[in-house]
Every structure is written in C-alpha cells, then in structure tokens.
C-alpha cells in the first residue's frame, strides 16, 4: 500500500480536497485502484449535528455515514463508494481508545496521547487503506490522506504527531507528503509573496514531516524565479513545486497537476508499477474532454435554489454539483440564483419590501426551481410561496427531501383545500398532519438516528422519473430525513391528482411525486437525495430532468432516450456509452426542436456574448 498525506498551510480552505481529489483521479487513469480519506480534527463523531452555516452540507454515504463534504469530491472525482470509516474524527478516535480503555485493554497502563492515540490513528488509516471502494471488489493500491485544518493548529497535533510516525512504520516509497500552500499576489505590487509558504513549511518540517512536494495555491501563475526561491528555502527540488492558479472550473485542477509531471514524481518517490512514464495520446481524454466542454458553453440556464442556508454556498455544495453535472449535459451554462426563503414570505414585504420584490424578480425570471432539504420552521412558508408559484405558473420545479414536503402541504392546502395542513415538526397539533416523523427514528439521540443511506426505492406505474432513470423498475438512492409524508393521505392526495410514483419495499413510505406530464412540463420532488451520487459524467436523473424541461428539451429527450438506449455486455451503462448515449439525445433534441442544424458541441460563440454569459459563476 502507497500512502499520499496531502496537508494544508498559512490559510484553511485552500483546496486540499480538490487537489487531494484530483491526485486521485490522475492515479485512476494510470490504472491504479485508489481510496482516501478525510481526517477532521473537531472532536464531533461526525459531521451530523453540524450548522450548515459552520461547516457546510452534510455528505451522507451509502452505509449511512454522516461525513465531511469533501468526501462528495472524492467520490465524484473518483467515481468510487465511500465508507463511514473513511473520514476520521477525534471524537470517532477518542471514542475507540475510551472503549479500549474500559474493556481493559490497557490494563496497567496509563492512557496517553502517545501511544495510545497515535497508535490508534495509524491503525485506523492502515485498515480503512485496504477496504475496497470500486464495484470490482479489488483492494487499493493507494491510499490519499487528507488532514483537514493548516498545520499548527492545536487540535490537529495528535494527527501531525501520528504521521511523524507512521512515516517510519512504512517503507520510504510507501508515503510521501503533499503541502498545499497559499502564495498571495498583493494587487498592489503583483508579486508573488514566498514567506507565507517558508512559514508553513517551517512549522511542517519542526513537527517532523517533510513536504515531499509543495503545490502553490495562487491567483494568477507563478514565475519560475518565485518556485526556485520556494525550492531553496523549502528544502524541495524545483521540479516538485507545482503551481495551481485560479482556473476555468475544477475539472482543470487533475489536467494542471498532470502537466506539471506529477505522474514522473509520483512514479519515482513511491515507486509505483505506472506503465505509462509518458502521456499518451488519449490520457485522460474523457477529463478533457468535459473540461473543454465546460470552457466553451456559451448558452445559459438560470436556475433559482430556494433554501434557509444561502449565506454559504458549501451548504448546498452537492446540489450545486449535481446542477452543473446536468447543466453541461444539456450543453447549458448554468447560473445558480440562490433565493433566502424567508424573503419570499408576507412578513418579508412588510418588513422589507426591497429585499422581498427582489426576491420575487429571480423566482419569475428563473427557467427552473430546486428547493433542496433542510429542517426546522424558519422559511418554511417561503418555500411553500415558491412551490405555489411553480405549480400555477408550470415553472419547472424539483423538490428534494424538505422540498418534497413542502409541495405536499402546498398541494393539500391550495387544490385540496386543507388551509391547516401541515408538518408535525412545525405545528404538532395540525389537523392535516401531511407530513410527520418517523418513530423508529425518533430516539432521543439527534445523532445519526435519521433513516440515512442507501435504500430502494420501487416505481410504480409509468413516470417522468422512471424514463430518466431508464425505465427500471427499482432504483437505490441515498437518504437523510426524519420526516415523511403520512400514508394516512396519501389515498386522498393521489385521488385529488399528485401522484407518488416511487415507494419503498413496504409502499408505506413516500419517495418520488410527479404531477402528470400533461398537467405541468415538470412537477417533481424526492424525499431521498439524488444528488449525493451525481457524476461529472453520470448526471442524476432527478437533476438532468429539471435542466432538460428548464431549457424545453424534456420530451424530445425522453423519445429519443427510449430509442437510443446503449448498454455494455453487462447490462449496466459504461462511462463511453453514457457519455455516447447523452450526447447523441442532446444532439437529436437539437435538431427536432428547431429546422436549422444543430450547434457543433463545442463550437464558440463571438465575442459578443452577453455579459449575463460571460459572468457566469464557474464550477
């Protein structure tokens, strides 16, 4: 096993995940089986419990676990499935030794931060290193190791301390060490500033790790004078420092870091059995293949979140991506407005009608509309506002989790006219309880004792949804909720026309609403999350349905989906043929929604683009 430790200096949120991500996706393409792991130095067990404006969204996995975001980078860069165990807390750290302790583990030792913590870190790592992630079942051949927080900050020493270590444990050319270090560019001078970076590297090396290789986080590229000087006041060759400027989108993160030869110092420093010492001519072309294609849309959808944590955009960081996986897909650029929800409610326009008609003036103008998950009763009614709006309007419109309760209320009270009806989180003693909790779920314990990860959802009947997935029959999605809707109405509900055309195994359980196709263009919501698993080049269904009927190619879509279906010899959609397979329906879209021939995918307009289209936000 070849263990990469990729650490962080002078600030927090550098992009260690990208870059730890993007390792792993140039590793993948050089044929090697790759795992990571996230180390979160709080003392939480997990991120469950966390405000979505502290620390952004909860990533939930297929086993249930509540984990960092930057788990959702792995995955979606390395196209792998995670497990709970692959992101390490104090708390989850501490948690075992304290067990350990009262069994009598260490009898007649006195429990310490070394050994007993340490030790207990480096175990973790080398177990979780070998549990396979990929569908083949085959154990990694290198394990990414991500320690969150910058190097010096107190709570991460016992880590810092653990890898010291662990360094000795391994072989030499099994770990390396991977500093990821910010190189400010003060506009006034626009030059490149090397001590911040001699300072982290300063305090890396007197807590007995050495930087192997220094990738240089900056806003424009670095000049060859400004690495030489890093070179010699890091104790690094030239060669391994790597400068990764602001760019175009992340997708070119893996294609920067390759260029630069990280697969030469990879290949020497752990002596890895990589057959290609030099680039072929298709490496990695399905990569840059997807990083033109985002460079060189030009034509734009502007879809509309309505949610409660919009002052942080990393509180929807899977939404987003899922968003932009489709978007691309539809050969659409995507501008993402996020809406408060409070400030779509009446007391909004008497308290600030600015703030409220500005609001409204995004909803209306949006091709489309998501109103992702969340909990608790503030913008609530904001939400319910904006789902009205869509359903009256035929604005197309998803609801994930949350958003599929909120259509329900919003259904019962305005078509069915139960003005009370409501959620038991919000009004316990509703008469119209629509949506109310679980009690198995319900322990006491906030915790991770919501219904969480993977779970089967079966259709029933015919359904948007069902096309988009492929018309199967049953299809397993991830979850994280506490509240459902009540099966008690769901007879009344389907009757008065909103169809829950996905259930559980048991059909007590309500996981996909549709309104009919020739009542609304699309009226969709999900009480799971379907975008945890979104792939750059695997859209979610739910997702790549809002963009298609956003940018009115839905029903062209689907015809020519039905007849253009592609599957590899083992029935399942390989990467090729889904790629194949979605360009091919776009194109036939194209062509059948207008007489004139379709627009080459990856032809660019003039220069004359709008400015709406060349402030678009990136990736």
Same mark, same amino acid.
């Given at each position: 096993m070849k263990y990469i430790l990729v650490t962080g200096g002078v600030i927090s949120g550098i992009g260690k995940g990208v870059i730890a991500s993007s390792i792993g996706t140039i590793l993948k393409h050089c044929g090697l089986h790759v795992t990571s792991i996230k180390i979160d130095p709080y003392i939480n067990i997990d991120a469950g419990t966390f405000s979505p404006f502290e620390h952004g969204e909860v990533f939930v996995l297929d086993d249930g676990g509540e984990v960092d975001l930057d788990l959702g980078n792995y995955e979606r860069f390395l196209d792998v499935t995670l497990h709970r165990a692959n992101n390490i807390t104090t708390g989850k750290i501490y948690?075992?030794?304290?067990?350990?302790?009262?069994?009598?583990d260490y009898l007649g030792k006195t429990v310490q931060v070394v050994p007993h913590i340490t030790d207990a870190i480096q175990e973790w790592v080398m177990n979780v290193g070998k549990v396979p992630v990929t569908e083949d079942g085959k154990e990694p051949e290198?394990?990414? $190791?991500?320690?969150?927080? &910058? %190097?010096?900050?107190?709570? !991460?020493?016992?880590?810092?301390?653990? /890898?010291?270590? =662990?360094?000795f444990r391994v072989p030499h050319e099994s770990f390396c060490c991977v500093h990821v270090s910010l190189v400010p560019q003060p506009k006034s001078t626009g030059e490149s500033k090397t001590k911040p970076t001699q300072a982290s590297v300063k305090e890396l090396r007197g807590s007995g790790l050495s930087p192997d290789l220094i990738v240089c986080r900056?806003?424009?590229?670095?000049?060859?004078?400004?690495?030489?000087? %890093?070179? #010699? =006041?890091? +104790?690094?060759?030239?060669?391994?420092v790597i400068c990764i400027h602001d760019c175009t989108s992340t997708y070119r993160v893996p294609l920067m870091l390759e260029e630069q030869g990280l697969i030469q110092f990879i290949r020497e420093r752990l002596q890895l059995d990589i057959a290609i010492p030099t680039r072929p001519k298709k490496f990695m072309w399905k990569w840059r293949d997807l990083a033109d294609r985002h460079d060189n849309v030009r034509k734009v959808v502007e879809i509309a979140l309505v949610g409660k944590y919009t002052q942080l955009e990393d509180a929807y960081a899977s939404v987003t991506k899922a968003l932009q996986h489709s978007a691309l897909f539809v050969n659409r650029r995507l501008i993402l407005s996020y809406i408060e929800a409070t400030s779509l409610e009446e007391a909004t326009k008497i308290e600030n009608p600015v703030k409220y008609h500005q609001a409204w003036q995004i909803l209306c103008r949006s091709e489309g509309v998501i109103v992702p998950g969340g909990f608790g009763k503030r913008g609530m009614e904001g939400k319910i506002a904006a789902v009205t709006w869509c359903r009256t309007t035929r604005k197309p419109f998803l609801g994930v989790c *949350?958003? *599929?309760?909120?259509?329900?209320?919003? =259904?019962?009270?305005?078509?069915? #006219?139960?003005?009370?009806?409501?959620? &038991?989180?919000?009004?316990?003693?509703?008469?119209?309880?629509?949506?109310?909790?679980?009690?198995?779920?319900?322990?006491?314990?906030?915790?991770?004792?919501?219904?969480? !990860?993977?779970?089967? &959802?079966? =259709?029933?009947?015919?359904?948007?949804?069902?096309?988009?997935?492929?018309?199967? !029959?049953?299809?397993?999605?991830?979850?994280?909720?506490?509240?459902?809707?009540?099966?008690?109405?769901?007879?009344? $509900?389907?009757?008065?026309? *909103? +169809? /829950?055309?996905?259930?559980?195994?048991?059909?007590?359980?309500?996981?996909?609403?549709?309104?009919?196709?020739?009542?609304?263009?699309? /009226?969709?919501?999900t009480q799971y999350h379907p975008e945890y698993i979104s792939r750059p080049l695997k859209p979610s269904p739910p997702y790549l349905g809002l963009l298609l009927a956003a940018v009115g190619k839905l029903q062209p879509y689907l015809t020519n989906a039905?007849?253009?279906? &592609?599957?590899?010899?083992?029935?399942?959609?390989?990467?090729?043929?889904?790629? !194949?397979?979605?360009?091919? #329906?776009?194109?036939n879209v194209s062509l059948s929604a207008s007489s004139a021939p379709a627009t080459p995918h990856l032809t660019v307009k003039s220069p004359t683009q709008?400015?709406?289209?060349?402030?678009?936000? $990136?990736l």
């Open positions: 948690q075992q030794v304290i067990e350990c302790e009262r069994r009598g290198v394990c990414i $190791i991500e320690l969150g927080g &910058t %190097i010096g900050d107190i709570e !991460g020493m016992p880590f810092v301390e653990a /890898f010291r270590q =662990f360094q900056s806003e424009m590229p670095i000049i060859d004078e400004v690495k030489q000087k %890093i070179s #010699n =006041f890091c +104790h690094v060759k030239p060669d391994r *949350l958003g *599929l309760q909120a259509a329900v209320i919003e =259904f019962t009270r305005n078509v069915m #006219n139960w003005k009370e009806a409501n959620t &038991t989180e919000i009004d316990p003693d509703t008469p119209y309880p629509v949506v109310v909790d679980m009690p198995e779920h319900n322990s006491g314990q906030m915790g991770g004792t919501m219904r969480l !990860g993977k779970r089967t &959802t079966i =259709f029933h009947g015919d359904s948007i949804l069902k096309k988009l997935y492929g018309n199967v !029959g049953a299809i397993d999605e991830r979850h994280r909720h506490r509240y459902e809707v009540n099966p008690e109405f769901v007879d009344k $509900i389907e009757k008065a026309g *909103l +169809h /829950f055309v996905g259930r559980d195994e048991t059909e007590t359980r309500m996981e996909i609403m549709e309104l009919p196709i020739s009542t609304h263009p699309y /009226f969709v919501a039905m007849a253009s279906s &592609t599957t590899s010899e083992d029935g399942e959609n390989s990467d090729e043929d889904m790629v !194949g397979m979605l360009r091919r #329906n776009i194109s709008s400015q709406t289209d060349a402030q678009a936000p $990136i």
